[in-house]
């Protein structure tokens, strides 16, 4: 069962440098999810989907991008990195919200941005 | 806005009852949810609780809602040392995707 898997795992970057996280899901999950998770702060919403080809903003989108090309798959971005980016990055799925249905998370990307 | 409060760290002995708090501020709150995060790991959902119950027992949990002070509680009877890991708890106000508002989490230390 692998449900939400990320990678990679981990992952350090200099300042201004670019990567893609990917998120992918073999649920047939039509929400999709990306937070971030500071000390103190729970987990905050960056950007999330409500399937394929849509994107919209969540509470901190600011310095990033995403994509939603394939239902399954779900990209984080970006695209000049700034030690504030530094954080842990969960994906997160859930079903067409038909009746109450939780969302799923992967393990999670640890960044650190130098 | 939506603000979830949670205090920060809890103790416990094993075997000892553990009442982890939580606080939400939007009245229109449709779900309410605990997550149990391991170190390392990402969240996995213990359990949830609609708005217009009062209450839900699920083996050694217990999830008690209190709408009118906005309060919610996850009891764990007979603590365990495998209990030891950051609770999460979460609301969904609603909309055309299921959004969550996570509060902080509480560090929950199992000790012998």
């Known amino acids: 069962n692998a449900g939400v898997t990320q990678t990679p795992k981990f992952r350090v970057l200099k300042t201004g440098q670019s990567m893609t996280l990917l998120c992918a899901q073999d649920?047939?999950?039509?929400?999709m999810y990306w937070y971030r998770q500071d000390p103190g702060m729970g987990l905050r919403l960056i950007h999330y989907?409500?399937?394929?080809?849509?994107?919209a903003k969540g509470e901190v989108p600011d310095g990033y991008n995403v994509s939603r090309l394939k239902k399954q798959n779900f990209l984080l971005g970006l695209e000049s990195a700034a030690p504030s980016q530094t954080s842990v990055y969960f994906c997160a799925s859930s079903p067409i919200r038909t009746s109450h249905q939780p969302q799923h998370f992967g393990d999670g990307t640890r960044l650190s941005i130098l | 806005g939506e603000d979830v409060e949670q205090s920060l760290f809890l103790s416990v002995r094993e075997g000892d009852s553990s009442v982890i708090n939580c606080t939400y501020t939007?009245?229109?709150?449709?779900?309410l949810y605990w997550y149990k995060q391991e170190p390392g790991a990402g969240l996995q959902l213990l359990t949830y609780?609609?708005?217009?119950?009062d209450m839900k027992q699920d083996q050694r949990l217990t999830v008690l809602l209190n709408k009118k002070d906005k309060h919610l509680s996850l009891r764990i009877a007979d603590t365990q040392t495998g209990d030891s890991a950051i609770y999460f708890c979460?609301?969904?106000?609603?909309?055309?995707?299921?959004?969550?508002?996570f509060g902080t989490g509480t560090r929950l230390q199992v000790t012998l």
């Open positions: 939007d009245s229109s709150s449709t779900y």
């Open positions: 979460a609301e969904s106000i609603g909309g055309t995707a299921s959004k969550l508002t």
């Open positions: 989907s409500v399937g394929e080809g849509t994107t």
């Open positions: 609780i609609f708005s217009n119950m």
């Open positions: 649920m047939n999950h039509e929400y």
